[in-house]
């Protein structure tokens, strides 16, 4: 089936510190999988993505990793900042049967960043 | 502003009646989606089109639900009978051309049903 998890649901950290939400995705997945930040009332944004050619990418203080043979792919985000605060979603691509392909989106991280 | 835009932002509409919602794509983008999304979830996928081509819609689309995208560019989503439970956040996005898959999204329709 098309499943992809996310953990945790809330998380809560002090300005300075590091952040990591972590996703898991099912078997039928393909090669790519984007985060997005969603702040409150506001549009989904692309932040960063990745894709299965590679292990690790990084933009500035976020970066995403990929562990395809455990089927799971993190954000990490450093020196956070209370403007980081939103929810987090990660997503991954599935491939239907006619060929055509769909994200599937996590259930979200809200993401609490104290000054 | 060139990303995708979205109108209304915001509907407020009684059990039964019709609404229709409009989504403008980034204009070079000839994959346009419609998600639709609920507090505390992620976008949940709707339908899909490639230029005018309806090509993919997901089984949360009832009979209820009809979209188009006639001249390829922007797309209307309609609701007939509106139920309760289609009070959400109607998302659209769009996407440039196969094989790059980065969806830019509108800022969404949200629907309150009475």
């Known amino acids: 089936g098309e499943n992809v998890e996310q953990h945790p649901s809330t998380l809560s950290v002090q300005e300075g510190d590091s952040a990591v939400i972590k996703c898991t995705y099912s078997?039928?997945?393909?090669?790519?999988f984007p985060w997005y930040k969603q702040e409150l009332g506001k549009r989904p944004q692309l932040i960063i993505d990745?894709?299965?050619?590679?292990g690790e990418k990084k933009d500035q203080r976020i970066a995403v990793t990929l562990n395809k043979t455990a089927k799971h792919f993190s954000l990490h985000i450093t020196e956070t900042q209370p403007e980081d605060s939103a929810v987090y979603f990660c997503?991954?691509?599935?491939?239907?049967?006619?060929?055509?392909?769909?994200?599937?989106f996590g259930t979200g991280t809200r993401l609490l960043v104290s000054p | 502003d060139t990303g995708v835009s979205q109108d209304p932002r915001h509907k407020i509409t009684k059990r039964g009646q019709n609404v229709t919602f409009r989504c403008d794509p980034i204009?070079?983008?000839?994959?346009l989606y419609w998600y639709r999304q609920t507090l505390g979830q992620g976008p949940e996928f709707l339908t899909y089109?490639?230029?005018?081509?309806?090509?993919?819609k997901s089984r949360l689309l009832s009979d209820r639900f009809s979209a188009e995208r006639p001249k390829g560019s922007f797309s209307t989503l309609e609701i007939q009978r509106t139920e309760q439970g289609d009070s959400a956040m109607y998302l659209c996005a769009s996407s440039l051309t196969q094989g790059l898959h980065e969806q830019y999204f509108g800022p969404g329709t949200r629907l309150t049903v009475t």
């Open positions: 990745i894709r299965s050619n590679v």
């Open positions: 078997d039928s997945a393909s090669n790519y």
């Open positions: 997503a991954a691509l599935f491939s239907g049967n006619t060929g055509f392909q769909k994200l599937v």
């Open positions: 089109f490639q230029n005018e081509a309806q090509l993919e």
């Open positions: 204009s070079e983008h000839n994959r």
